[in-house]
């Protein structure tokens, strides 16, 4: 007779909820996730009062997301919370601590596509930055626009990151997934940034991202532009900008750190002949 050999059961690599949480959260690439994650898994954890993940039923998590819609958060926060929970289910039945993924039933709302709502043009971020009293305030702007670096990569610029290159400068990005990038950029900006040189491991702006964001806006707000305006939109005008100065789409998409990067961009990458700052009217 034939024996049967039955796989051995995948081996917990947790005992409670909250190690799983810790594990989970610590699987996250940044501080910055880790903390929108914790935030949003521990209100998920008070709709459920705490209810073992292991009891928590499909119709439970059905009416999460139910709650999520009464409480009018926008449909981006809604598609967030959802996958956070999504993940830590996920990533639960991954390791073996849950036999069945509930939350796999779960849906996205759809994500509405504002894009289009974040358009700023070079004249009105040129305005921002005159009307700005703050030398730094200024630099910080024409940073962001001109590399169209996220928050987060201007926050992490340390002096090492900026060299001189051929007849101006590079800076090296550092982005999502530990993924890095270098851009090169005009002159004037290489110049004024390298008159404030610092020690090589400092940061070339000490500020943290929430101070940014209010610097932006208030310099939006100053120049009449409104109080919409955030940093990223400011990413979204060096694209739009430079594409229309005659940057092509793929060379915008490989200063920007864009995710579909073919071989040639690698290369781009490491000697940065051109970038799509370069296509910019503001130095």
Known sequence: MDLIVVPPAPIAQASTDDEVIQIWLRSKGSDKTRREYKRDIALFCRFTNATPLNQVKVSVLQDYQGFLERMKYGLSTQGRMIAVVKSLFTFCQKIGYLQFNAAAVLKLPPKPDRRGERIISESTVMQMIVTEKSERNQLIIRTLFITGARVSELCNLRWRDLQAYLESGVLSLYGKGGKSRTVRIPRKLFDDLEALRGPEDDRIFPLSSNMIWRLVKKAAARCGAGDRISPHWLRHGHATAAHSRGASLKL?????????????????????????SLYLGIE
């Open 252 to 276: 915008v998409q490989e200063t920007l750190g864009h995710q579909n990067l073919n071989t040639t961009g690698i290369y781009v990458h490491a000697r940065p002949e051109d970038s799509s």
